[in-house]
């Protein structure tokens, strides 16, 4: 017996040194690989059908749009399109296009190509129509040719022509003003009409309420312009794309880009420690001094763009009144929270979008922290000292806007307390009925919520807080004049006008409170030291063209 | 013995019937919808309004288990919101991964238990059995997440032997005919990936393991005690035959009767330890999936999961029931 | 018929004299294990209910002065297990975090058993088509892996507190109405049951004079691990977020949650936490263990 239990000793020990000498592989040496690890799956490699972030920072790499954002900042420069011009007050877009570029399948890229993709997107019927197939298409244009499912705007797409090899001309129904801004998003990108023909990239169905695709181009042959190219797609795994060697730009240092989803977040964090990955997105912001704190670690900090807010729901309560409102605005210590409880990536908020953006006006109202002044403002309106209010905040989540909400929420509690108000406290799961109630407007006089924005345009911010619907339901109020200057914005073709009248909006708006924004914080990603230029985008996406290993 | 079988199955039909109902009733009792998690602050209720006319979450409770069940008879098992894609490709893609775990668990456990058990028999109460008992009790006394979490920080985060999260490394490149990554790597021949996936599966299998592994020792101790004293045993010694044979030949086969039912039983605990397992490994198995999916309201995904987990653990205690009674005619007649 | 069974028939089948009960006794007391989880039980429930005089601090008073440096500073003389990440006393937490645990731990076992010995009891003494029609509901409940019915429970009712006690006892219920049930039909065909009734002897009081006498020890034994698998299961819930949503809660299994990251930096935080779980979790397993060894008759007139 003693035997027996010896020998098994003895092996145990034998696979112990087997495992430690024979193992771990993974880089320590310089390569041209560059693993990323992203927090979920991607759903579709074809850009059109996805919204989803984990999605796009792969099609970001393959694919390009006509114009784009210029790498980690928010301003437009030519992509496809070298120049572009606007007539007819805003209706026709003619865009001259970059010569010599060819799709990855060798197809040429060229006004044809252009137009193929617009009318795609507009001839899009049956299943493609539900909002869970083509998300961003009906934010931006509406409806399509023949709309089949009720609930679909009119649509703001007329036609295309091609003129020539390098010139292609889109007509719009109505002047907008978010058309070409549009087109920096990922969804709108350049793919090859050959390859998508070929690999039936318009076939899907809706299976139990949800779109599915069901031709192989999504999973297996997504075909763009761009510095990398597919290699695979291991589905729940890895996807792996690689250099294109026949771009038509600056060619990429790394050979290949391997994208690993890791959903949670501490996950990721030990992945880099243990260098089985080389960076990774979605820090938590309570993370950053440990990445800073690692000599061989550093983190890469995303542009601010985003906004975090306290919703006034004025409603039938006492936020009626604008100087109860004021006396909010007065009574929430804004700094205070912003320096305790954002890790050290958060500014205080003025507007109600982030300072990078055009549109955002130089001067608006401040409203420091000042609890002396709103309880003169809340004794001299109807509501007095102690003035009653319900703030609700969420639980169970982490925003990149708000990291930490119960906090948050604790730090303005005590500050309105110290304000003349009597807060009563209320909270609900983000996950799934907080978000709702914030919506409809059924979350108290004041709720914590926020915004990340999808595209560089003023309109993503205030168009989508305080449009008509939104600003009746979860804000509970209707002014005729802001909402006349949000159209007017909206759809106004001229630039430097449109510069101008958001800016106007953005005053108005922090005079009228309909809310008080707090915060912008800045997001991060965590990376190896080695990990050089690779650049974060305001909007959520990565850039590996640039980047290299070691 | 066939009408035992056939009762058995028989009772199978009340029992899943009754599931599908509880799962169904369930699914939609939970608050919320999967669109306001999906989209997040993107949800406006216009939309949330189109996803309920859409999933038919308008038309009465009767009619839509009714469209549940002629789904269900078409081998239908619906489409997750989250990824687009189908409940049985999900299933069939991570179903295996989870089995891998799940049995490298119970090797772990045997491999470990099984000796324990034996030598804590032998050596009844003394120090090693004392012992024994105590290292096998430590393994259901930690929770299954914590030591997991310590696993991976010792072996993976500080001395960096082991892998941190996953199957397989993503620089390998290997087919997988069956999905089962230790087989594939032998079908294929491709040692290197044999040695990545039995590297990436050794935490996690241990992590779960230590569950089952008090379990059989204990177990394994009791039945030796029992046999040991066992008539025929004592017969063998009289005979003068060596204490190792008589423990080869009768104690140990003997002992083993008890210890292959309580397998079945493990399954369950092994399911509920493979979803915390799972999570902190970001293994892509059944586990992982049940939990992102509660989490995210993935409703299909949360019916489908279920019913499924249910379903095998269901199948798998019957198998262990009839082979039970096929070993121990006894039972048959109760 | 399951193991399980066939495990409760074992132990329950001779009547419980005094003799018994003072001879499990003798034995549990020289069981150097049992021992070992007296003595760690005793201290986790000494200290639950002692709470407020052992503690240092406020469990719930932040000090975030003490951050500055980052996250966090380790046990030192003022703060005998260090400070979280909101400056809070770790050792408070902990002791305090006693109290939760032991509370969910007793709710939990005490939904599971009074419910599950009710369903228990009619199904084993009614026998026919009701206990049939309860065992299937039994079975259904069981088909669906402990972990993952809390989970549902949860998730259907809205994370906090009660509502994970109600989860994890719920999960229990099969269990005990299984034992007893068991029981019971084991003791109904003995033959002085059968004397008992023949005599005339009514129902209800062979019920309470016999059968339930007969069923306490594998009961007891089962409350035990019942209350382990509690706190553990607890605790897994907590992990994965479904716990009381107030995260100044000082509970165990919740204060584990976001203290993973912190291992490279701050590794205490989650391994005496951790620790208190297990320590807690494993004296109650080895008192189990050990009173199921003292109870089993199998061993009585061995030393």
Partial sequence: ???????????????????????????????????????????????ALASDGETFRVTEQMYEGLVALKPGTTKVIPKLALKW?????????????????????????????????????????GAFQDPSATFYYQAIYGGFKHNEVSGLQPPLYRSCAAKGQYKAIVKLRKASGTFFPSLVIAPFAMQSPTAMRKYGADQGELRNGTFRATGSYAFEHPTGTGPFKFKSWTIGQKVEIVRNDKYWGQKAKLSRVIIQPISDSTARLQALQNHDVNAYDLAAPQDIPTLSGNSSLKVIKRPAFNVAYVTIHQGSGPMKELKVRQAVAYGLNRKGVVNQFYYGTGKVAQEFMPPSLYGYAKKVQTYAYNPTKAKQLLNSSSCH?????????????????????VRNFQGFQASLENSGFSVTPHSAPWRPTYVAKVNEGSAGDLNLIGWTGDYADPDNFVGTFFNQTTANAQFGFSNASINSLLLKAKNEANFAKRVALYQKLNQQLMKYLPGVPYAH??????????????????????WFQYATVG | ????????????????????????????????????????????????????????????????????????????????????????????????????????????????????????????????????????????????????????????????????????????????????????????????????????????????????????????????LDVQNEDYVRTARAKGLA???????????????????????????????????????????????????????????????????????????????????????????? | MSVAELEAREVGLEGPSSGLWSEAWRRLRHNPSAIVGFVMVGTFVFVALFAPLIATHDPLEQDLSLLNGGCCPGPSAEHWFGVDALGRDLFSRVVYGARYSLLIGVVSVAVGLSIGLLIGAIAGYAGGWVDSLLMRLMDIMLSIPGLLLAIGIVAALGPGLVQIMIAVGVTQIPIFARLLRGSILATKETDYILAARSVGIRGRVILSSHVIPNSISPVIVQGTLALATAIIDVAGLGFLGLGPQDPSTPEWGTMLTDTTRYLQTAPFLALIPGAAIVISVLGFNLIGDGLREALDPRFRGRA
């Fill in chain 1, 385 to 405: 000292v102690p003035c009653h209010i319900d703030f609700w905040y969420p639980t169970a989540v982490s925003r990149p806007y708000m990291p930490d909400p």
């Fill in chain 1, 85 to 125: 011009k606007s007539a007819n007050r805003g209706k026709t877009w003619t865009f001259w296009l970059r010569h010599g570029v060819k799709f990855h399948d060798g197809t040429p890229f060229n006004a044809a190509a252009v137009c193929a993709n617009f009318n795609r997107w507009y001839n899009w019927s």
């Fill in chain 2, 243 to 334: 204490p190792i044979t008589v423990d080869q030949r009768h104690v140990l086969r003997n002992a083993m009767l008890p210890i292959t039912t309580i397998i079945g039983l493990q399954v369950g605990l092994l399911l509920s330890g493979a979803v915390l397992t799972e999570t902190v490994f970001a293994w892509p198995g059944i586990g992982s999936w049940l939990r992102d999916a509660i989490f995210n309201r993935d409703y299909p995904v949360i019916q489908g999961g279920i019913l499924f987990v249910a379903l095998i653990f269901v199948l798998v205690n019957l198998i262990v029931d009839i082979s039970y009674a096929i070993i121990n005619p006894r039972i048959r007649y109760s």
């Fill in chain 2, 1 to 224: 013995m066939l009408r035992y079988v056939v009762r058995r199955l028989l009772l199978l039909i009340p029992i899943l019937f009754g599931l599908s109902i509880l799962v169904f009733f369930w699914v939609r009792a939970l608050p919320g919808s999967p669109i306001s998690s999906i989209l997040g602050e993107r949800a406006t209720p216009a939309l949330i309004q189109q996803y309920k006319e859409r999933y038919g979450l308008d038309e009465p409770i009767y009619k839509q288990y009714v469209k549940q069940l002629r789904a269900w008879s078409h081998a239908d098992f619906g489409t997750s919101i989250a990824t687009h894609r189908t409940i049985t490709y999900e299933i069939k893609q991570r179903f295996p991964a989870t089995v891998e775990l799940a049995v490298a668990a119970m090797i772990f456990a045997i491999s470990i238990g099984l000796p324990l058990g034996f030598f804590a028999a032998k050596k009844y109460g003394g120090l090693f059995d004392h012992a024994s008992l105590f290292i096998s009790l430590i393994g259901i006394s930690i929770p299954v997440f914590f030591l997991a979490i310590i696993l991976k920080y010792i072996f993976a985060v500080r001395l960096g032997w082991l892998p941190t999260v996953g199957r397989q490394s993503v620089l390998i490149e290997t087919e997988h005919p069956t999905n089962f990554y230790i087989l594939d790597a032998i079908i294929t021949r491709d040692w290197a990936a044999l040695w990545d996936a039995i590297r990436h599966l050794i935490l996690p299998a241990i992590a779960l393991g230590s569950i089952p592994l008090a379990i059989i020792t204990r177990i394994t101790r009791a039945s030796v």
């Fill in chain 1, 521 to 542: 914080a800045t997001p991060a990603l965590g990376a190896e030291k080695r990990v050089h230029n690779l650049i974060a985008t305001p909007v959520g996406g990565v």
């Fill in chain 1, 1 to 47: 017996m003693r035997g027996i239990a010896l020998k098994a000793i003895l092996a145990l020990a034998a696979c112990a040194v087997l495992v430690v000498t024979l193992g771990n592989s993974s880089g320590s040496k310089a390569s041209s690989t560059l693993i990323f690890a992203g927090a979920a799956d991607p759903t579709y490699l074809d850009p």
